[in-house]
């Protein structure tokens, strides 16, 4: 079956611009991740869903930062008045549920770059 | 804190050889999951072994074999006999009982095979 998919791949925006992130996560997993990836770095956690629900946003960096997710499928990670700063990879990640053992499958990414 | 800490920045090893890469980690849970990831230059994360904190055996899949030893906090990636296609970033991670299904990773080892 298809695997987790994200757009656009890349995102060329200005600073202070909203940007938009989109994740599709693998059909009939219920939880779903947010990661930043800066350059040369490992993988921060911004945020996870169970179903429609994000318990802990704590991972968020900032409140410009928010992420929606509707129907257990589609999510979406907006960046509001976007910062050089958060230029970086935003990876998106799916799992069948929400348990310790459960292997996270990884998108392949949307490259945000803030000018 | 829990952290993760891969002391490695770069690795390098001949084709056919085994290579070992460092990971350890600093928790007071006692139940927790062990994930290694391979990252290409390519961006993807490869999903490539797990080892949950109460099993007795060290985890193995093909290649790749996970050396456990709790009472030292470590969980060392063995590859053997190294492949050209394993040059890669690889990713210790960890999810701890408080956190979810929250993976906190390491800063990573690029590993390079030569001929």
């Known amino acids: 079956g298809a695997g987790v998919s994200q757009s656009p791949s890349n995102k060329v925006t200005e600073k202070g611009k909203d940007v938009e992130l989109r994740c599709d996560p693998i059909?009939?997993?219920?939880?779903l991740y947010w990661y930043r990836q800066r350059l040369g770095q490992g993988l921060e956690f911004l945020i996870y869903f169970q179903g429609n629900s994000a318990p802990d946003k704590s991972g968020l960096p900032s409140d410009r930062f928010s992420a929606e997710r509707t129907g257990e499928s589609v999510s979406t990670l907006t960046i509001q008045r976007t910062q050089q700063e958060d230029s970086a990879v935003y990876l998106c990640?799916?799992?069948?549920?929400?348990?310790?053992?459960?292997?996270?499958?990884f998108g392949p990414g949307t490259r945000l770059t803030v000018l | 804190a829990q952290k993760i800490t891969q002391t490695q920045p770069g690795m390098f090893v001949q084709e056919k050889e085994a290579v070992t890469l460092d990971c350890t980690y600093d928790?007071?849970?006692?139940?927790?999951?062990l994930f290694w990831y391979k990252q290409p230059s390519s961006g993807e994360m490869i999903f490539l072994i797990y080892q949950g904190s109460y099993d007795e055996q060290n985890a193995t899949e093909g290649r790749y074999s996970l050396n456990f030893q709790k009472a030292r906090k470590s969980a060392n990636l063995v590859i053997s006999a190294s492949q050209l296609g394993d040059s890669a970033m690889y990713f210790c991670?960890?999810?701890?009982?408080?956190?979810?299904?929250?993976?906190?990773f390491g800063t990573g080892t690029r590993l390079q095979v030569t001929l």
């Open positions: 991670a960890m999810i701890f009982t408080g956190t979810a299904s929250k993976l906190t």
């Open positions: 059909s009939g997993h219920t939880a």
């Open positions: 928790t007071s849970d006692q139940s927790y999951g």
């Open positions: 990640a799916s799992s069948f549920r929400l348990a310790g053992d459960n292997e996270q499958f």
